[in-house]
């Protein structure tokens, strides 16, 4: 059996009380569809979830009433034990616009490899850096792409009096790490909420007589790690000297040089 008192620290849990009891009040196969339906010990059962989304959601708040209505108002949402079914998600892939920042502006129009000439790729289209953070380490990619993603010669912008490279790294790396907690966050709370479901369906196809037990596949799910730039500090030094000498050497390549 699975040991909850390993799993999280919180003795006792503190919104459990109005719950059913540990009676026989709900026969097998009655199924439900909010948390009232639960009893204490299934609660009880799912507190180390509630916990860890706690943590995810808001990690300064002390778990208490409104963290276990957070998390009951996610697992019931749109859901009933009907549903059996409750396989993990799947976590999202990054999307090009998690890391770019605005250079610069296109010196003449670009068409696209096969001749078309999409209006974003015109004369004075924004251009835009696309700076690809490998996770686990602070190698950067960086290249110049129109507003559809799509790469364009650097020789061709005009990059903007403006243009920080500093404030352009510090843009893209605020951008980067806002969108890639939001994906890794949305992943492992989908996993908890799984979870979830998929033990109330075993205990409800048993009945409230049965104690509340946690199969080995439905323990606490291992949960996506969560890589930020922000927390690299000591290396953010040799990135920022890095990203400055790349976008010298594109404005030097640039025509308008």
């Known amino acids: 059996m699975y040991d909850l008192a390993r799993a999280i620290d919180l003795t006792p849990f503190p919104t459990i009380s109005d719950s059913l009891d540990l009676r026989e009040q709900r026969p097998p196969n009655t199924h ?81 490899y096969d001749g078309i000439l999409p209006f974003w790729r015109r004369k004075n289209s924004p251009v835009y850096l696309k700076l690809d953070f490998r996770p686990g380490h602070l190698a950067l990619g960086l290249d110049c792409m129109d507003a559809k993603g799509e790469y364009l010669d650097p020789k061709w912008v005009r990059y903007c009096d403006s243009f920080d490279a500093g404030r352009a790294l510090d843009r893209g790396i605020r951008n980067y790490d806002s969108r890639e907690r939001k994906r890794v966050d949305k992943y492992n709370k989908g996993c908890l909420i799984a979870t979830a479901r998929r033990r109330i369906v075993q205990w409800v196809t048993k009945g409230s007589g049965c104690a509340p037990e946690v199969e080995a596949g439905d323990r606490f799910p291992e949960v996506e790690p969560l890589w930020l730039i922000q927390d690299q500090k000591m290396e953010r030094r040799i990135l920022y000297e890095e990203f400055q000498r790349r976008c010298e050497a594109m404005r030097d390549h640039s025509l308008m040089a």
């Open 32 to 112: 439900v569809s909010t948390e009232d339906g639960l009893t204490k010990g299934e609660k009880c059962a799912l507190a180390d979830l509630v916990s860890r989304f706690n943590e995810m959601s808001r990690p300064s708040r002390r778990l208490g009433w409104k963290s276990s209505r957070a998390f009951y108002a996610e697992v019931f949402n749109n859901w009933s034990s009907l549903q059996q079914d409750n396989p993990d998600p799947t976590i999202d892939d990054k999307i090009f616009e998690d890391t770019i920042v605005a250079c610069g502006t296109l010196l003449s129009a670009q068409p696209r």
